[in-house]
């Protein structure tokens, strides 16, 4: 990773590229909380229990299982818009489509239907980010990748603030199902983007049979001497801070904060803190390193964890909850822009959208599969113990760095 001085790495930040890395990071921003936080609190205002709550977190399992359908995006081709564009359209519809039929169930008469209406657009919107993320290694030069993933990530931020905060705002404005209307409606501006957006140039080796696109890029990957010390890292690296976001909402409101407190200050008050903490990260990145910065991110991100710990011993207060949140949503970009670099720079180019699926969908365990039982947790230890349980699982992530201490010099 080369390390440019300060004007370079401005000037690299307002570039074409890096506004396509913006805008594509809010098309996959946007959907995820609208499955996940923001549907937490729909659940609980139409009296779903905590335990249920917590188990609603399965409904994201198509971001862990990702790269089974991924190979599908490396070996054909959707005429007239090219691979990824022809896909990442197609993908972006169908998106449209499900959260329009989400908008449509209703929790307290059909908590199965908003389920499977639900795992629609989970489905859906990964097979979005399977594109989004190929598009974007492919498009980017591996110097380009630090500052290009924090340009994502503050996308992907704005797109989650409109749903999370956004989105409980406009619950409490309107109803849950117009407010997912609204959302579809977002979504569907987003094809535009893709549709004006180049196609990135094809690598050579690119797979041209099924077998290929299934079989290689794994073959590539597990043939490496650092395989299985990637994986572990890539699940430990976040894993406290993922547990601890996985059921925050729930918590907020047991504190006291209603719905549009949560929306106004706990995501709204974060936004620029959020734009700061991703923006200054891909800066940061190409002037001190990747492993570095790996470090340095991480760290600060188990601090603002151990925040939520204060806050559950504070209770009701305003101004605690705008200094957690705030410190949370600038650590919270900071550390996500290395780590997206991270499996960025680990993936092949003939097979991006594969390898970069599995490491992502690595990535996805946590929030998805680990953060299941997330609500029982805090019920039967209590807050307190429950985010100083995910502060500490920081540490075994932190301490895996040092094993890519040489990995900078032969990137």
Sequence with gaps: MNKQGWGAALKAVVSGRMLVALMMGFASGLPLLLTGSTMQAWLKESGVDLAMIGAAAMIGLPYTLKFLWAPLFDRYTIPLFGRRRGWLALSQLALVLALLGLSMSDPASSLWGVAAAALLVTFFSASQDIVIDAY???????????????????????????AGGGGLILADLLTFPKMYQLMALFMGLCILVTLFSPEPREAAGSPRTLREAVVEPFLEFFKRPEAITILAFILLYKLGDTLASAINVPFYLDLGFSKSEIGAIAKLFGFWATLIGGTLGGIWILRIGLYRSLWLFGFLQMASTFGFVLLAQVGYNLPMLTGVIAVENFTGGLGTAAFVGFMGAMTDRRFTATQYALLSSLMGVPRVILSTPTGWMAGEMGWTMFFFLCT?????????IRRFRGWERHA
């Design 392 to 400: 500490v699982l920081a540490i075994p992530g932190l301490l895996m």
């Design 136 to 162: 974007r290694r492919e498009s980017l030069s591996d110097q380009e990748l630090g500052l290009g993933s924090a340009m994502f990530v503050n996308g992907y931020r704005v797109g989650m603030l409109l």
